[in-house]
Every structure is written in C-alpha cells, then in structure tokens.
C-alpha cells in the first residue's frame, strides 16, 4: 500500500476525475448534443441544427487543438450527434414522415442507454462489477480485485450508481417514444442527460469521501 494510493475509493476518485475530463470535459459533451436537440425540437429542420450544433463542436475542437490538449469529449459529443442525424436521414429516405424523422433522432439514444444498463447490471449480477475494472486498471491487474470482498462491494454499489441514470432514462423515454410524444421526448432527453448524471457522480463522491476500503498491492520485492 503507497502513500499515493492509500484506499479504493482514492483510487477510484482519481479515474473519474480523469473519465469525465473536468468541468470543461462535461460541457463540451453536454453543450453540443443539447444545442442540437433543442435546435431541432424548436425549428424541425435537421438540416440547420446539424450546421448549427457543428459549428459549435468545431469550434470548440479548434480550441483543443490550438491549445495541443485531448480532443476526446468534442469528439464524442460529435458522434453523438452524427448517430442520431443518421438515423434521421435513414428514416426521411425510407419515405417516413416529419413525425417518423424526429422519432429516429431520439432512437439512437434509447437504444444506447437500454444496452448500457443491461450491461453493467449484469456485471453485478455476475460478480464483476464494470468500476472493479476501473479500479483494476490502475492497480496494474485487472482482475486482483475481485479476490478483495470489500473490494468488490464498494464496486458494487458504483455500478449501481452508474446504472441507474440509464434505467430512469429508457422507463421515462421509451413510453414517450412510442406513444410519439416528440416534444416530451426531447425535453426528457434534456433533463434526463446531464443534470442526471451529474447528480449520480453526486451520489458516487458521497460514497468515496469515506476512504474506508485500502487497496491491497503485490510487494515489489
């Protein structure tokens, strides 16, 4: 055990930190994607919340550039909204209606949310909770965690936190989606996102500040 790295929860604070990319990290994930849901819902032209939401992340990945620092958060908000403008695209060619294209925008989404909480439950189901990983990772084994049942209850108790945004994101969106609620769908897709999230990293610093499980370290010798 190091004096750097003294418990689980210090270790597992120190790799969200790094996960989330700070405050700036958040908002050029945030910013982007809301910019263009709110574009869309206001004007119904994907066309104009395309160029307007990409402007926006292009600037701000020039900024990253310019300044030589990781491009990783623009770049996901990026993706984000290149799925959803597709999957938008594919519904306009198929011949469907204004209504069938904003649907297709959300569906993305839905789809990636429902899949993530299956996931990580089942991680826990099975023992091996996804953050136990995390943690793995930076102890330089990735699975001598799992021998630790403090360990591994702590883990345990993070990946419920991480899973339940997604849980209350596909039980709050997916009645909206099918009953075709566009308007309600997009602002739950906003209040849903990273206001939620947020309050689950809330929850997660609450269950780190306690510094109560020490990481166990093989002896260099």
């Known amino acids: 055990m190091t004096s750097a790295q003294v418990t689980v929860e210090q270790v597992v604070r120190a790799q969200l930190a790094k996960a989330l990319g700070g ?3 958040i908002v050029e994930s945030a910013v982007p994607t809301a910019l263009f849901t709110i574009l869309f819902l206001v004007t119904d032209e994907i066309r104009l919340s395309l160029i307007v939401s990409i402007g926006v992340t292009a600037a701000l990945l020039l900024v990253r550039l310019v300044q030589r620092s990781t491009t990783q958060f623009v770049l996901n908000a990026l993706f984000g909204i290149g799925i959803g403008a597709f ?3 594919r519904a306009s ?4 209606s204004d209504e069938d294209v904003a649907r297709a925008v959300f569906t993305p989404g ?6 993530y909480a299956v996931v990580i439950v089942l991680t826990i189901v099975i023992g091996w909770p996804i953050v136990g990983f995390m943690v793995g990772s930076v102890m330089g084994d990735p699975t001598a965690w799992h021998s630790d ?17 997604c849980v209350i994101r596909v039980a709050v969106q997916l009645p909206l989606w099918l009953d075709h609620q566009i308007g309600l769908l997009g602002a739950s897709k906003i209040a849903l996102g990273w206001p939620l ?8 610093g609450w269950l780190l500040s306690r510094n ?4 166990e370290q093989d002896d260099p010798a």
Not at 197 to 204: D, E, G, K, N, P
């Open 110 to 115: 839905l789809i990636y949310n429902g899949v």
């Open 93 to 96: 060619q198929s011949g469907g």
């Open 212 to 215: 109560r499980t020490p990481v």
């Open 197 to 204: 999230q947020l309050a689950s990293f809330v929850v997660m």
């Open 149 to 165: 049942k403090a360990m591994v209850r702590l883990c345990s108790q993070l990946t419920w936190v991480l899973a339940v945004p």
């Open 87 to 89: 999957f938008a695209y």
């Open 23 to 25: 405050p700036r990290g």
